[in-house]
């Protein structure tokens, strides 16, 4: 079984930075993608950014030149730089990671999630 623990989330105030921390921990063999997701109350969890075991990554529209998603293989974790934080981005953030654990078997794991509020 592998578990994802999800830190860094708090109350920022709009324009200002905070950096989540997305670490996975179990029985793994290999982490493929790991991505961000986040989630309000009125809406679908929303993909944010991903990426690839290589280092490539993606990003919605909306954080696009604001987020930054990188992560240590070596630790098997995930980090999201956010800047110039605005209310609209207000949400439950949540760390995704599938691969393999040690019997070959496909894991497709969430963390707890963590808070990030922007007051307007």
């Known amino acids: 079984q592998v578990q994802l623990v999800e830190s860094g989330g708090g109350l920022v105030q709009p324009g200002g930075s905070l950096r989540l921390s997305c670490a996975a921990s179990?029985?793994?063999?290999?982490?493929?993608?790991m991505c961000w997701y986040r989630q309000t109350p009125r809406a679908m969890r929303e993909l944010v950014a991903t990426i690839t075991d290589g280092g490539f990554s993606n990003y919605a529209d909306s954080v696009k030149g604001r987020f930054t998603i990188s992560r240590d293989n070596a630790r098997n974790a995930v980090y999201l730089q956010m800047n110039s934080l605005n209310p609209d981005d207000t949400a439950v953030y949540y760390c995704?990671?599938?691969?393999?654990?040690?019997?070959?078997?496909?894991?497709?794991?969430w963390g707890q999630g963590t808070q990030v509020t922007v007051p307007s």
């Open positions: 995704n990671a599938k691969g393999t654990d040690y019997t070959m078997h496909y894991f497709n794991s």
């Open positions: 179990g029985s793994i063999h290999r982490i493929g993608p």
